[in-house]
């Protein structure tokens, strides 16, 4: 169940693309709100695998995944329809590409993602209930808010206050990149027992 909950999120993310490309702002409006959905449901699975009893590595591994798929893909679509710059999606779906390989390594020696974190501020930033709440409460708002931008922009192209909404915006976008950026530093860091095989002090 829990495992079917998360892969949904993939067809609601390929028809909110799909949306976000049509011209006119009720197509975007309708994204707007898939993407909402599909990112709730982001926490959905992770409660009825728990409340079910269906938690294991696989679904970690899973959501994880899909978690990426959703990100990437995102960033690559408002970079292309030319709300976020370039360069935002390049750094975004290059640092995705390491962590992931490095967790992958770190699963095969029977790590989870969150198990591989052993210094106090490597499980803060990463495992921390916290952090992951507002990294994902940053995603979510600028993911939605961007959408909502666009149908806004649709549908009141000469409006004096959708500058300024740009360049909060764009504020917003660049503190979300740098989150990511600082989360996925502790995952580099200990990273350094598989590679070098040097001790990760506390």
């Not at 600028?142 to 915006?169: I, K, N």
């Amino acid at each position: 169940m829990a495992n079917t909950i998360t892969l949904s999120r993939l067809l609601f993310l390929a028809v909110s693309v799909a949306l976000l490309y049509r011209p006119g702002a009720r197509p975007k409006l309708i994204a707007f709100g898939l993407i909402v959905l599909l990112i709730a449901l982001d926490g959905v699975d992770g409660y009825v695998a728990r409340a079910r009893g269906e938690t294991s590595d696989l679904g970690s591994v899973m959501d994880i995944a899909i978690d990426r798929v959703v990100e990437n893909v995102l960033w690559i679509v408002y970079a292309d329809i030319t709300l976020v710059p370039v360069w935002v999606a390049l750094v975004v779906v290059s640092r995705g590409i390491i962590t992931d390989a490095i967790r992958s390594y770190a699963l095969a020696k029977g790590e989870t993602a969150f198990e591989m974190m052993k210094t106090p501020w490597a499980r803060w930033l990463v495992s921390g209930r916290p952090m992951r709440a507002f990294y994902g409460f940053m995603k979510a708002f600028v993911f939605a808010a961007l959408a909502l931008s666009l149908a806004l922009r649709e549908a009141m192209p000469t409006a004096a206050w959708l500058q300024p909404l740009r360049l909060a915006l764009l504020l917003l976008v660049f503190v979300t990149v740098a989150i990511t950026l600082i989360r996925g530093a502790p995952v580099v860091y200990e990273s350094r027992r598989y590679f070098f095989g040097e001790p990760v002090g506390s």
